[in-house]
């Protein structure tokens, strides 16, 4: 990658010929970014290019590049990246869009680029992309002007798109370098991540990801090094992310975009809503250690600003510290009996009567932040453009406030008012604080740091998930479609509970089995032809005798026959009827991410109100737990209006048990187990179907 | 109002004696704003403040001025307002904290204080207050300093706190007047309004409410006010305004925040989420009239702003417009086979190709905003700080734009990039297109200005709902709660649905109801002291026969004994036993807004999903069915599975039934009629209280 972001010589091919207004020209973009490595210009018609000799062929350079950046169109590529393997240059940026991000014709010829270049040994980035932006070590291949910072912030980014490198300041605050995959044919997320992992010039990484081809490769080396450097991930798409066309109820329920937070989590990234979300997180974490809980202590000179940062918390999931001891109490002045000083703590009565408000939000600030029952801190104080207000200076009071603390915990600013901008300019670079643009903002980037540590704590081991490839083949029906005994023979082998119940090929042989096992009984066709069955009329419950029987057997053979009538009779399942709660239990594979394990409200509300938990296989017990806590559903299961609960253990350990099944047969992609019915004395699936 | 905002003459009580750092002196403060009033000074040690003679009293000021501010300490507070009510002064804006923000001391001051102020026909701004900005004629009370704005927005603010003076450009992108009504003891938001009304200088309104005293009294000028002034309110408050503790299931289903929802969305006001928002809503209507439909059109330089356009629409109420006719396809070139132009429309690769960007933004962008399918027009945009990138200057992009169009349509901007700032400066206050930091606070500000649209459409006339005030005080028992007979009773003359029953007071009568109602029935007590029955075994359903009555009723008599050994026997109801689907409806008293009234999903699932919609009263018929509608569990009351749907019609009956009994009862605090069962054959009310 180093070649990438620093090349010792640079060779581009599809430079236009002229520099200047509209050219758009990258060589003449990378002069002025003041670039430091060797540059070779290759054109088939002119002689010199701003200044530099321009070679008719690349194998007229008479050294071979580091790095070669191609601008042509996509007609030429092919001839061109020929060449560039010829010449055995093993490093190529592909500017030029048409390829995957167009149309077929394109994703074809760009499936041909990566044919030669693995054949080759060459790595490309791109097609459709910026390239990257290195202000570090003063290095870009953008074709349009960016700035290059004087002292670069520590934030290194891997994007899916130019803007992010156009303007770096707008969604991450700043950036140090960064690379734009563009439609990522070879270079990825992946190879972002583990250059970044042990470049010293970054400390933080930020995403910008539209979709990922390797998902679940992704995840080892994000989990690992999020450890160290906080991954903060912008993840668009998720309007359109909703559940695709399933052949499952866990199907339709788990959607992508769910996947991706999951997944994201369990790597112990951070993800971020949108761009102010991003900017917010980014911002904190150049200047802060991340919040260790959800505590927020706020000082404010306004008492508003302290209502609507009690708001935000809500919203972005803090809360506001309850501060139990006489912390706050004893920085009250008797001064001003009618005053008590709270959490949010407004300053400004103590400020005035003290006659000094630097001090009074110095001491509160102070004695907040050093509290044990606070993770952050929120200070929301006025920076006003005269000099009449100078006795209110806070560069003077933060480093008060940072000498007088030991700067574990975070501390966000809004200052505001008509001098703000001006106060703030020469502290922007300082550790210890971050300062925001409003009250939202502080809030987004310190709940952001928070949900980062909480996902450290819980973060999955991504190390030993590599799926375990026991398949035997013979084992999956020809249609992929398990249901019925066969579904529920392999769920036996997995100790799922089946409901008591047979297959049955006769009506006698249903007027022997509804003896045995006892009335009232449920009777059901099983065909693969006839997937939802239960909203057709396929399934009779509530069969309480012989005669019951007898009826249904023939209405459901008659309706089946009515249905299909091309198709022989199917098998019929005889199920003794349960009644209870109902769940609904699932897997799907994700197909970036793998295989996803759901839990859910089941029965008639269960595409109502979607209720549902979702986890990434492997689940373990601790895992399938908290998934049943975090259901609206879990009350009803504990018991609720003097009932007693269900076995909750025995949920969780179908939820292992289901993703066991998962890792197992990698081939699995979509199960189903609807309803399972719950009751004081057991728990019984009643239906299920396993889509291979 | 206009001797607050803008007074021929003005006398200060309590000004700092000195000027300079940390005085916080408004006299000073004021002449530094450049103020035209005519200015007196009354203290009593000094003879002179700032070049002006101090008065010692307030009765040798020469004339009566038309304003005093007053910041005294609260003990001497009286004694200073008399004397200003003895000298004829009329309007009294007092800045000093320690009132009803305080204590109850300070509340009883105040109190005082309103009192001579009715008596002598004065009106009081504060206290707590840093009184009015006025950038229009010249004039603040503020202590703090506010650099008055050259050319002020026409935008005027009534607010809860001084920061929104202090820094209007971060809450309302410029502010042009403000009142800061502070603890609201007389001035509050419905005299703001009314003088925001028909000043010419002001053609939007913004509030920050942190609460409203006459809630239902405001709704009334608001509603007539924002058709020509748009309002938009920042109610904060948000996080704490969860259901009270309430006596049934309506009232901690209603929460107070929900009411303010409804309340100012039936206003025709524009709710305000947070800081961030309300920037946002105020920018668009300070620049562009309001999307009048939810179909965004973007046209954008990358592909990525186009996908976090279409999250943010998701987010914010939008969505992208769908182009069905050939206005895009017309647009593209043939030198780009690959490429097509979609909404989002990334117009960067045909610029590229045709070699003139600006003229594809034009064209693309003219064609989306004039298109009948489009409501609304974002467009993302890079200006880069280098002169290599003159061809693409915004200032004369967006003029060929706006003249090429009617100008009926917002457009959002978002221009991206190190040059933006410096280009936007000359553009900020041209009208028709708004510039945002961001693609979200674009799409917040054109959502926004939709609801503010529709709430219009659809907006509550609040002429007429004065309480009718038709109650008879001998309907109300003693204690205030109608439970069983009582109820049902008040039920049944509203004509809502009661379930055949009857109040027994033996065992052979319970016998003999039963046999006449038939079996199974319903068998529970009624008692004021026990709201909570139905969760302790104070309900026995499914009795089927004689027998299981008679054990029923030992029980339940048993069990009352046992639990409130010192009360008599209650009444007992019996009731025939319905079977259904199960809904909640009920009023709930909102002590600020009046009544409101709920419909939700019943039974055991009510608190879990919290599946319910509300509406202030009265309720017509279209609202109710919208009510229904918004239902998770609508699609169930409908028929899924193949059921029939219930009798909508009788549950929009209830509704405006329960909501013409609020209307007559203005003492009714809370009604709970749950569960209401429903099935093929009707609906039937089971259990009711109505609380007085």
Known sequence: MKSFLNPGSVVLIGVTRHGGVGAYNNLEVMLNFGVASDIYVVHPHVKNILGYPAYTNIMDVPIIPELAIISVGRNNIISIFNACAEKGIKR????????????????RIQNKLIKIAKENSIRIMGPNTLGVLNNFDGFTTSFVTIPKEPSPVPLGAIVQSGVFLADGQSFTNGLGKAIDIGNGSDIDFVDGLNYFETDPDIEIIAIYMEEIKRGRVFLKPASRISRKKPIIVLKSGRSEAGGKAALSHTGSLVGEDAVYDIALEKAGLVRAKNMIELKSISNLFLHCSPMKGQRLAVVTATGAAGILAADACDDYGLHLASIKDDT????????????NLNNPADIWPLGMVTGNVSNIVVKVSVSLIENDQVDGLL???????????DDINFQSIINRILKKTRQEKPI?????GKGAEQQKKSMLRQKGFAFFENIDEAVMGLAGSWRYFRNQQQKKDFEDVEPSKKINPSVIPSNGIYLGKDAFELMRRYNLPVVSGKIINSRDQAMNTADRIGYPVVLKVISRHWLHKSDEGGVVVGIRNPRGLKDAYNNLVALFHKKFPEKRLPELLLQRQVVGKELIFGIKREPRMGHVILAGMGGIYTEIFNDTARELAPVTKKEAEKMLRSLKYYPVLKGIRGEASVDIQSLIDIITSLSELAMDYPEISEVDLNPVIINQEGCWCVDSRIIF
Chains 1, 2 share one sequence.
């Open 92 to 107: 190529v940026i592909i500017v030029s869009q048409g390829f995957s991000d167009a149309d077929e014709k394109g994703t």
């Open 328 to 339: 706050l109490k004893n920085l009250e002045v008797s001064a001003v009996k009618w005053f």
């Open 379 to 389: 200070i929301v104080f006025p920076a006003f453009a005269s000099s009449l207000h």
């Open 412 to 416: 966000a600013v809004w200052l505001y």
